[in-house]
């Protein structure tokens, strides 16, 4: 067995880049393109003109420089340990491509190793599924099923599911659906990745090699997917999902630890963008602060009535445990976060805790961070000189009696006032236009917890992009706050929801099953006949699918026909469908089940 995963570990070895974080891939689904790192960074500039995140497909202004993933914390000496993303130049940068051994360490050779990013279609996936069922069913035909033949994607192939034991790393890696349930990852024995969404990006870095820019990092290993759905509905089909399992491969425990993510928005022209939050959708954003977004600085504006532009946290870290299942209320984490109130022992989870921005130019208290204080700092909502955000005009306040807050430019977002502390505040937005220099980019971050060895921790977060038909820079930052809404509600039916946090990955195989329907623990049976079927399918529904999607798919993994779950029985007339091997999909809230059908 260890021969054999030192096998697909030397295909990695032979595939090395010359330089650490700089493979790619984009997302290229839907109505969006999104470029992804193998070191975590999001999109990223490039050069000049170019777009690394277009939306909508064919628009040549972009809505993001560069965004990334900051985590900071306390080791058992109270020293400060922060990892962050900013732009990829010396110092900057602290995540480089690969993982970590179960000891926290690993190599350049390694790293560059990882220097990739695997990208994967649910059509790919549905296929490889498809063949394999019908290869291992006597009454299937694959001269009929696949007259053409088929074969294995090279991504399925190159995989990285299973990690070099010998070496002392983790055994299974990159997610995948066990065909055959063996235990191993291999392709031709019916084995395939596990993926989320239409289509979806892979890669795993990590902070120890942060040392190589002079940073101490905490010894964290990621493992990133970014997906995207190929949906008509514009909520969901303009919208970038990006999933993160972070583990603390080190033997520190990190107390008063946050999670951040960093985006430097750019709405077409970086010189004339507001920015912004809504702590009520735990959303960042950004707009223009007129209705004419002018090119500038090599990059192409939006033109007239340009979008909004932000990322919503929709799973954010668990609070630490407490055997409690804690009220909801007013205050924080309490009013924005998940799980609070529900019945629910130790499921709590952090939404926005703060949001702060800070400029590419200006004021020396309020410029990017240049160490591991101020940025451990920002986390924390506190200046570079020391002082807490305030609320009202610019955030930084001087006075003593100012109020503090936790979040910059909330708008109307906080209704309760939790940023304050309780204290009523009028809504306040930015409205002072500085050209040139501000070039506003904005830090969310949610904590503090407690991150102990060993200790696995899914976040979800999303994208989203709005551009009203009229009304100014306002109605989008208004359509895009009901987008927010309609993205939440959509990722509350996705299979990771409410995994635990050593099964969120291997969760979204739920949408690749091959056990029989009816197999899924805690709900009724889900009857399909007759099989083999000619004119109409029939099935009884369990009452939790009423009002969910019922999909079927041919064996390249195209949609040939869905429909509404109605209560009870349903029919699906079939009578023009070509003969051969179908997969069905019936999703609801929480719950999927899939299946095979053949027509005849």
Known sequence: MIARYAILFSFFIAAMHTAHGQAYSELDIGDVRARFFSNGRVAGGGSTGSS?????????????????????????????????TLYDSFGTMHFFPGPLTLTGTTDAATSMAYDQVWRVSRAEVDAHHAYYLCLNDPGCDLSIQFPNGYTIPASFTAWPAMGDIAAGYDLHLAPFHDFDQDGNYDPADGDAPCIMGDQALFSIFNDYLGSMNGNTGLGIE???????????????????????????????????????????????????????????????????????????????????????????????????????????????????????????????????????YFNRDGAAC?????????????????????????????????????????????????????????????????????????????????????????????????????????????????????????????????????????????????????????????????????VPVSDVLHFQAPSGFAGGSFTLRDATGRTVLQQRIMPDRNSIYVSDLAKGVYLFEAVARDTRFTGRIVKE
């Open 52 to 84: 690394q995140y277009e939306v909508p497909i064919g628009e040549p202004a972009s809505p993001l420089y560069v965004g990334g993933l900051w985590i900071g914390g306390q080791d058992a000496d109270g020293g400060l340990r922060v990892s962050r």
């Open 222 to 356: 990621v493992h990133q997917m970014p997906f995207a759905f190929n949906s008509t509905d514009p909520a969901i089909g303009q919208t970038v999902f990006v999933s993160y399992r972070l583990i603390n491969r080190s033997t520190q425990t990190y107390t008063n630890s946050l999670l951040g993510f960093f985006n430097d928005f750019d709405i077409g022209c970086a010189n004339d963008d507001f920015i912004g939050c809504d702590p009520s959708r735990n959303l960042a954003y950004a707009y223009n602060w007129d209705g004419m977004d002018e090119n500038c600085l090599g990059s192409v504006g939006y033109g007239l009535q340009p979008p909004a532009f932000g990322m919503t946290i929709l799973k954010g870290p668990l609070v630490d445990a407490n055997d409690l299942d804690d009220d909801a209320s007013d205050l924080l984490p309490n009013w924005n976060g998940h799980g609070f109130g529900d019945g629910i022992v130790d499921n709590e989870r952090y939404g926005l805790s703060h949001f702060i």
């Open 366 to 530: 309020c410029n990017d961070p240049s160490n591991t204080s101020q940025s451990y700092g920002y986390l924390r909502g506190i200046w570079k000189d020391g002082l807490t955000m305030t609320y009202g005009g610019d955030g930084h306040d001087i006075d003593p009696d100012a109020i503090t807050c936790a979040f910059m430019y909330p708008g109307d977002g906080d209704p309760v006032n939790a940023g304050t502390g309780g204290q009523v505040q009028a809504p306040w937005s930015e409205t002072v236009q500085t050209p040139a220099t501000p070039d506003r980019r904005g830090l969310m971050s949610m904590g503090t917890f407690t991150l102990e060895p060993g200790e696995n921790m899914h976040l979800l977060f999303a994208y989203v992009y709005a551009r009203a038909a009229s009304g100014g820079p306002e109605a989008s930052v208004a359509a895009l706050r009901t987008r927010v809404d309609s993205v939440r509600a959509f990722a509350e039916t996705l299979p990771v929801w409410n995994a635990s946090e050593t099964q969120a990955f291997s969760n979204g195989c739920a949408d690749y099953t091959s056990v029989s329907v009816g197999e899924v623990q805690g709900t009724q049976p889900f009857a399909v006949f007759p």
